[in-house]
């Protein structure tokens, strides 16, 4: 397992944003795939973000398309997640892995490197 540690979640007002960080140690953000995921009480978890480490690539899953935002300061080998125009469907612990490569949906694939524990977001109205 290679660790990974999500921070930033919190409440946040409906329409508000708020940034979601992935810090790994162990291996460098650029040489893999980092994609985001999120998973709400009582719902399958969903693969929203994924940026590619061999070139910056970046793919969304459909329901945060335009509203979210992957990118990575390989300087702090982290990997972040912007989530704008927040709604309460949104609210979930949003976590991120570590794999090969992006899917075109916004998904990890490949051997897994591992997975965060999560943040939680949580939006009100």
């Known amino acids: 397992e290679v660790p990974l540690v999500e921070s930033g979640g919190g409440l946040v007002q409906a329409g508000g944003s708020v940034r979601v960080s992935c810090t790994a140690s162990?291996?460098?953000?650029?040489?893999?795939?980092i994609g985001w995921y999120r998973q709400a009480p009582g719902k399958a978890r969903e693969g929203i973000a994924c940026?590619?480490?061999?070139?910056?690539?970046?793919y969304y899953a459909e329901s945060v398309k335009g509203r979210f935002a992957i990118a990575s300061d390989v300087a702090k080998n982290t990997v972040y997640l912007q989530l704008n125009r927040l709604t309460p469907e949104d609210t979930a612990n949003y976590y991120c892995?570590?794999?090969?490569?992006?899917?075109?949906?916004?998904?990890?694939?490949?051997?897994?490197?591992?997975w965060g524990q999560g943040t939680l977001v949580t939006v009100f109205s």
């Open positions: 892995g570590a794999a090969e490569d992006c899917s075109a949906s916004g998904r990890i694939k490949g051997s897994l490197l591992g």
């Open positions: 162990g291996f460098r953000v650029d040489d893999h795939a």
């Open positions: 940026i590619s480490g061999s070139d910056g690539s970046t």
